[in-house]
């Protein structure tokens, strides 16, 4: 009965590390046709308040359904945990809202623009849904059911996505107003956790009854919030650690750009963040593939205790080698998905944050495994604080480059604290062969580049198509790897 357990659990989470990918993949690819259809004011409008409907949809997804899952297991009363778990999460979450509301346009002139403040009432309406949302996939997970989950996670991706897409396309025809099809994109976000909510309750034979019982009793409120734990707050950190670092930019890089000579209107500023903008869906597609190794690896690291040295390896050299490959091909992508051969430089240092966060991710796991949670928590807060205090003058000194290099410094940062702590030094950068790889694949597509000199979008998609597999090929042979040896 225990190896079955193991064995459901196992696949459970290759379900959801299969719909994780597959909603990451989603979320990067429709900002560029919304970018195409809104420009880059219209993406700004949307960018600006993207973390905070990011931030809560993280916590109803995977940090408070984990919790529940992991509280039932643990508790000799199952469904009193379930109800007090339910009653805390409704009360935090309403109390959130209605603060965040009343701050809605106070929190917009921080931005910079106050027109902003009805996207982010929307941004934030999915509050609401959390209770619920995290309920039922707590309890499908604590049942190992993690298919309902997965679904859902789908489901709502989908839907939200769809709905982006339509209010983009109205853009188009009905009005001219970045933030109402900013406030329209992101109630179809909110729609899309409706409709998984939906296909939740009726996937699940769970009634709210009893769910409001006792709804005033504060003392075993509490203790579930003791319950929660550091462990539990430094992986709810980590989890939306990028997101922190996307609100940080929210708040000073607009306002940091109107102290630029060029710069003379906020909207010139509002086009020029969205140009910066630009680099999350590219820095999201680098990710989805490190993430995805080392996510479908967990439940093998948990039954271990720690990262085995072939996924620092592959987590490593991928990493490496598609910032490399994204880095030299970023002139031919702007001009094909952006219609823009604008300030590729700073999308380009912004892409190299991929390999810092993806070892990040493996020092982060390595500590989590044995149990470091605080020291983990101290080091990611240290990068925060160095990321406020250099983005505004380096954005002041250097526009988008200057932003761009504020993330790159803070990650830095923090990759240097991991390794001296963990008193471990990646290898893998000392491995010449891969450094060879590596310098061939950029000669061969540099080389390459210059037979095919085309115009018009349509050749310059065939180009980069034709570029990107030379060069794959061209690393794979040199490293004598082949692509499904990273997947191993």
């Known amino acids: 009965m225990r190896k079955t357990m193991k064995k459901l659990a196992f696949k459970g989470a290759g379900v959801l590390a299969l719909a994780g990918f597959l909603s990451k993949i989603l979320a990067a690819l429709y900002r560029f046709p919304y970018?195409?259809?809104?420009?880059?004011?219209?993406?700004?409008?949307?960018?600006?308040?993207?973390?905070?409907?990011?931030?809560?949809?993280?916590?109803?997804?995977?940090?408070?359904p984990n919790f529940l899952s992991s509280l039932i297991h643990a508790s000799d009363q199952p469904?009193?945990?379930?109800?007090?778990?339910?009653?805390?999460?409704?009360?935090?979450?309403?109390l959130s809202f209605l603060v965040l509301s009343l701050l809605c346009q106070p929190i917009a002139s921080l931005?910079?623009?106050?027109?902003?403040?009805?996207?982010?009432?929307?941004a934030i309406l999915p509050l609401l849904l959390v209770p619920f949302l995290s309920l039922y996939r707590g309890r499908a997970q604590?049942?190992?059911?993690?298919?309902?989950?997965?679904?859902?996670?789908v489901i709502e991706q989908s839907v939200r996505v769809v709905l982006i897409i339509c209010a983009a396309l109205l853009f188009?025809?009905?009005?001219?107003?970045?933030?109402?099809?900013?406030?329209?994109?992101?109630?179809?976000?909110?729609?899309?956790?409706?409709?998984?909510?939906?296909?939740?309750?009726?996937?699940?034979?769970?009634?709210?009854?009893?769910?409001?019982?006792?709804?005033?009793?504060?003392?075993p409120k509490g203790q579930i919030i003791q319950k929660f734990g550091m462990s539990s707050l430094v992986f709810t950190f980590f989890m939306i650690y990028m997101l922190i670092l996307q609100m940080i930019d929210v708040f000073f890089v607009k306002n940091a750009l109107m102290h630029l000579p060029q710069i003379k209107t906020s909207n010139q500023a509002e086009i020029l963040k969205g140009i910066y903008d630009r680099g999350q869906p590219f820095l999201q597609l680098g990710l989805v593939f490190t993430t995805s190794i080392l996510t479908d690896s967990l439940p093998k690291l948990t039954k271990a205790g720690r990262i085995s040295k072939k996924i620092w390896n592959n987590v490593t050299y991928l990493a490496i080698a598609l910032?490399?490959?994204?880095?030299?091909?970023?002139?031919?992508?702007?001009?094909?998905?952006?219609?823009?051969?604008?300030?590729v430089l700073s999308l380009q240092i912004f892409v190299c944050q991929i390999p810092l966060i993806s070892m990040i991710q493996l020092y982060h796991h390595d500590l989590f495994l044995a149990g470091?949670?605080?020291?983990?928590?101290?080091?990611?807060?240290?990068?925060?604080?160095?990321?406020?205090?250099?983005?505004y003058p380096l954005t002041v000194s250097y526009g988008l480059n200057g932003a761009a290099l504020s993330n790159l410094i803070s990650l830095c940062l923090v990759l240097i604290l991991y390794s001296l702590y963990s008193k471990k030094f990646p290898s893998q950068?000392?491995?010449?062969?891969?450094?060879?790889?590596?310098?061939?694949?950029?000669?061969?597509?540099?080389?390459?580049?210059?037979?095919?000199?085309?115009?018009?979008?349509?050749?310059?998609?065939?180009?980069?198509?034709?570029?990107?597999g030379v060069g794959a090929a061209t690393f794979f042979k040199v490293f004598q790897m082949k692509p499904r040896d990273f997947l191993d």
């Open 429 to 468: 950068l000392c491995n010449l062969r891969f450094w060879l790889a590596i310098l061939m694949m950029v000669a061969v597509v540099l080389i390459a580049r210059q037979f095919f000199m085309v115009s018009g979008r349509g050749l310059e998609l065939l180009k980069l198509i034709i570029l990107s």
């Open 35 to 64: 970018q195409n259809l809104v420009g880059d004011q219209g993406f700004y409008a949307f960018q600006q308040v993207y973390p905070f409907y990011s931030i809560i949809t993280t916590l109803s997804l995977i940090a408070l």
């Open 323 to 343: 910032t490399v490959g994204l880095v030299i091909l970023l002139p031919e992508m702007n001009d094909v998905l952006f219609k823009s051969h604008d300030h």
């Open 372 to 391: 470091k949670n605080k020291i983990s928590g101290l080091i990611l807060l240290s990068g925060l604080g160095i990321k406020i205090l250099s983005v």
């Open 111 to 122: 931005m910079g623009q106050e027109k902003l403040a009805g996207p982010l009432l929307m």
């Open 142 to 153: 604590a049942k190992q059911d993690m298919v309902t989950t997965a679904t859902s996670q």
């Open 172 to 219: 188009t025809r009905l009005s001219t107003n970045v933030y109402t099809i900013s406030f329209l994109a992101m109630l179809g976000s909110f729609i899309g956790g409706l409709v998984a909510l939906v296909y939740l309750m009726f996937s699940s034979p769970f009634k709210f009854q009893g769910l409001f019982t006792n709804f005033t009793a504060l003392k």
């Open 79 to 94: 469904e009193e945990e379930t109800h007090q778990f339910f009653q805390l999460s409704l009360i935090l979450s309403v």
